[in-house]
């Protein structure tokens, strides 16, 4: 008897440490992401695996101390994630519900989280924003703009800015990594016109709705590079209605970042070139 009492602790013991391994490369990761904390996603994990078991057998597999176990079976059972079963005379037992049934509640939960501080915040934005402080924006007639999500941010905040048009350049690496914020341009009645070097840029921009004027690399880009190229990479631009400028430039390190210009005399020295481009070679084509 106490042999087989040994041998069923350890093939436990086996299973907690399989399970918990399991954990670390995934699992538990999502059911934190999803609102649990560490060990109530380690005690849902467990009884996935066990479908049904007495307290001590969960703490195991779990690998939760007995001292914090019921915090989270209580905080798991009240949150409709698992179920506690009483039977007269014998140890409290807990199953869990269907998984698909549990990550829907979870979810629902964890949106129903995000849309109440999203309206938390736009009521105490605009009540802030009431207050009347005497002072003026700094505008950097000059911006650098490190990493991926701020550079998208600000693109987007510069081509809502727009009111005639909008000239955009980009490889296509750069028109499918900040298409979200390039399709920002699809509520503004403006000119949209993008210059293209490349079949996939053309297909890439007339589902944004641009125009294009295609480049011929071998004819065109020589005469160009100073304006798009470097010597190694592609500067890719946005150019707003001949007082602003975007640039993506090629990456520092391993960080990519941008220039927002405002300068007068900076943004007419691109946009010069630009539009006079532009005037010399545009030929619209239907876009289909």
Known sequence: MPNGTQEKTDDLTTLSNVLNSNLQT???????????????????????????????????????????????????????????????????????????????????NVKGDIDSAITRIMESVTQLQKINIESEPIQEPVEVIFGEGNISMILTDTILRAENNIILTFSVEYLRKYKSALESVAGLDVN??????????????????????FLDPDIHI????????????????????????FLTLPQA????????????????????????????LYVPENNE
């Open 253 to 280: 390190g391993s960080e990519p970042y941008g220039i927002r210009i405002s300068h007068p005399s900076l943004v007419l020295t691109f946009t010069f070139l630009v539009q006079n481009l532009v005037t010399q």
């Open 26 to 108: 995934g699992l538990h990761e999502a059911l934190l992401t999803l609102g649990l904390s560490k060990y109530e996603s380690q005690v849902l994990a467990s009884l996935y695996v066990l479908k049904e078991s007495e307290v001590k057998t969960i703490a195991l597999i779990a690998q939760v101390p007995m001292g914090r176990i019921y915090d989270a079976l209580n905080s798991l059972t009240q949150n409709g994630l698992i179920q506690k079963i009483k039977v007269r005379g014998k140890p409290l037992r807990y199953r869990a519900y269907d998984y698909k049934v549990a990550i829907k509640k979870m979810y629902d």
């Open 222 to 245: 020589p005469a160009l590079k100073t304006v798009f190229f470097d010597d190694k990479s592609r500067i890719n631009g946005v150019f707003i209605d001949n007082k602003l400028v």
């Open 192 to 213: 949209k016109l993008a210059i293209c070097v490349s079949e996939e840029e053309k297909q890439e921009v007339s589902e944004l709705g641009f125009s294009y004027l």
